[in-house]
């Protein structure tokens, strides 16, 4: 049986740290660009911006394909594993939520 709304839950939860990370990243390029001329930690605060920023992107990627996964009988379980470790990984509570009613829509069906 596969599952509507764990599947729902990991793309939001997925979409929402996409949308995060491209904020990451854009705020990683202003730092980089307003240090540039000074003799500031800029350039380390905008690598730390975009070394997560990048990680999100990866963490989001997988947490829309885990709901995507949700969406068939054969790969719901995968989904949902997927899902509740990435939002383990990421502490995004809607991936967590989305991979455990994944697991749970599993077992029924």
């Given at each position: ?5 764990g ?14 990370s ?18 500031s930690n ?14 999100f ?10 709901g ?11 989904g ?30």
């Amino acid at each position: 049986m596969e599952s509507k709304t764990g599947s729902v839950l990991s793309l939001i939860g997925g979409i929402l740290w996409l949308v995060i990370s491209i904020a990451l990243i854009v705020a990683a390029l202003v730092a980089v660009i307003m240090s540039a001329d000074s003799e500031s930690n800029g350039i380390i605060l905008g690598v730390i911006l975009l070394v997560i920023g990048v990680l999100f992107v990866i963490y989001g990627a997988l947490g829309v394909k885990a709901g995507k996964w949700m969406k068939e009988k054969s790969t719901v379980k995968k989904g949902g594993l997927t899902a509740l470790i990435v939002g383990i990984l990421g502490l995004n509570i809607l991936t967590i939520i989305g991979g455990i009613l994944g697991l749970a829509d599993s077992k029924k069906g």
